[in-house]
């Protein structure tokens, strides 16, 4: 995820949102990054992104740069758009990957933009659950998995159900928190170990602030 610059709104309207959301197309394309979901808000956006290459960095790099050049230049604005490099966490399937499908779908809800996920036209919530046609970029398959094996039909129903039934709890402090990695304490020690295979000089200190 990412916020404007000092928290100052970066998406003033539809074509705003129109625009950043097909240049994620590009990325996840140009990039071979799988996008499970999205959702744009007013002042930042979610995604969640599997790549499957070493490249998120320069994929977001990418994103944000586009982004702020195109924003800049249609609202004759100069200077940074984004405030400093995106936030990032490494989430474990499973009960982790639900709750953070289930935090990014409700993010208008909580902000009282809308009573239910799906009446917001920026997220893929209403895509995901069979209620919008899917972008052809969403990994609607991939999200679903999450949630069984199933027709996806049977699926969409269990997302929405969750989704629905939603009780905020310790996950939801965490995916908000600078956690890097969101796990339980297997997991968190197996990534620890390949990034430090992969780069002594890692500390896990967590992304950079946003």
């Known amino acids: 995820m990412a916020r404007g610059n000092g928290r100052m709104a970066i998406f003033l309207d539809d074509q705003d949102c129109r625009q950043f959301i097909d240049l994620l197309r590009e990325i996840v394309e140009d990039f071979a990054v799988e996008c499970w979901n999205y959702c744009v808000m007013t002042n930042h956006y979610h995604a969640t992104l599997r790549p499957e290459l070493p490249n998120i960095s320069e994929a977001m790099q990418h994103l944000h740069s586009r982004y702020a050049q195109w924003w ?3 609202h004759e604005k100069v200077g940074h758009v984004f405030q400093g490099r995106f936030k990032a966490q490494i989430v474990q399937r499973d009960e982790y990957a639900l709750v953070l499908s289930r935090y990014v ?3 208008p809800v909580r902000a009282q933009l809308v009573d239910r996920p799906q009446e917001w036209p920026w997220s893929s919530y209403a895509a ?4 919008r046609p899917a972008p052809s970029f ?3 398959d991939a999200a679903l998995a999450l949630f069984g094996t199933e027709d996806r039909s049977t699926l969409q129903k269990r997302f929405a159900a969750f989704v629905c039934a939603s009780t905020e709890n310790e996950t939801d402090n965490r ?3 600078n956690d890097r990695v969101l796990g339980d304490a297997a997991f968190k020690a197996l990534v620890r170990g390949n990034l430090l295979r992969h780069d002594p ?6 992304p950079t602030a946003e």
Do not use: K
């Open 72 to 74: 800049n230049w249609r």
């Open 105 to 107: 779908a409700l993010n």
């Open 128 to 131: 995901l659950i069979g209620e």
């Open 138 to 140: 969403l990994a609607v």
């Open 175 to 177: 995916i908000r928190s």
């Open 201 to 206: 000089g890692s500390n896990d200190s967590g």
